[in-house]
């Protein structure tokens, strides 16, 4: 399985961007996808996950501005991201939760894959 993300790019304080993130591959089912960031010294943090139902988490930092969504025919994950703020600016990585399920319904150990992550640059 692979993902491939992109959207990312420089915006002014206050812009929008939206991130894209597509996984291809030999894929069984894919159950959570999220988005993650990292930011110039510091660790990597969640910023929004969303179910295979569509139901959604976010960081408190980003309640109200950005918006997860997916296309699961297309095992497609988005974050449309809003009022930006510097503090916003970091590389953006997505995440799918990648689960096989054998004959006999043996669920295998879900398996995590990553993006290349894309950069979000918000200029103040």
């Known amino acids: 399985v692979q993902l491939q993300a992109s959207g990312g790019g420089l915006v002014q304080t206050g812009g929008s961007l939206r991130l894209s993130c597509a996984a291809s591959?030999?894929?069984?089912?894919?159950?959570?996808m999220g988005w993650f960031r990292q930011a110039p010294g510091k660790e990597r943090e969640l910023v929004a996950t969303i179910t295979f139902g569509g139901s959604t988490n976010y960081v408190n930092s980003v309640k109200g501005r950005f918006t997860i969504s997916r296309d699961n025919a297309k095992n497609t994950v988005y974050l449309q991201m809003g009022s930006l703020k510097p503090e916003d600016t970091a590389v953006y990585y997505c995440?799918?939760?990648?689960?096989?399920?054998?004959?006999?319904?043996?669920?295998?150990?879900?398996?995590?894959?990553w993006g290349q992550g894309t950069l979000v640059t918000v200029s103040s």
């Open positions: 591959g030999s894929i069984f089912s894919i159950n959570d």
């Open positions: 995440n799918a939760e990648h689960v096989v399920v054998l004959e006999g319904d043996y669920v295998l150990p879900p398996v995590d894959y």
